[in-house]
Nanobody, 135 residues
Framework: EVQLQASGGGLVQAGGSLRLSCAAS????????IAWFRRAPGKEREGVAC????????YYADSVKGRFTISSDNAKNTVYLQMDSLKPEDTAVYYC????????????????????????????WGQGTQVTVSS
């Protein structure tokens, strides 16, 4: 069974940093895309960033580009999201999930700010981790 669990959230002041971790289990193949998502209060879940275990390509939503960095530690089966220069509008519950689509397809479909309708993930959504950025 595929399970991805996000952790590392917390309360931080605007301009601060946090690093989220996504621990993956049951993902048998390196040929999958791992992505971070977030859901702010009253809004739909949106794609934030994605990476693929077997290549170095990573893509970001425009709202976080230049501030967030996604990386993968394959030996630990863990994907990280380094979040710098945090803003109050980054406040949300953050989730990670995996998908069989390519990173370029994920970028074109789900990192354009149009939601994630139609996305099929492996396994189910975990509980997520709360990130709160105070002004």
């Amino acid at each position: 069974e595929v399970q991805l669990q996000a952790s590392g959230g917390g309360l931080v002041q605007a301009g601060g940093s946090l690093r989220l971790s996504c621990a993956a289990s049951g993902v048998a193949s390196d040929d999958v895309t791992i992505a971070w998502f977030r859901r702010a209060p009253g809004k739909e879940r949106e794609g934030v960033a994605c990476i693929r275990k077997n290549d170095d390509n990573a893509y970001y939503a425009d709202s976080v580009k230049g501030r967030f960095t996604i990386s993968s530690d394959n030996a630990k089966n863990t994907v990280y999201l380094q979040m710098d220069s945090l803003k109050p509008e980054d406040t949300a519950v953050y989730y990670c999930a995996s998908s069989l689509i390519s990173t370029s397809e994920f970028r074109d479909r789900y990192l354009r700010g149009a939601g994630i309708a139609g996305l099929r993930i492996l396994g189910s959504w975990g509980q997520g981790t709360q990130v709160t950025v105070s002004s």
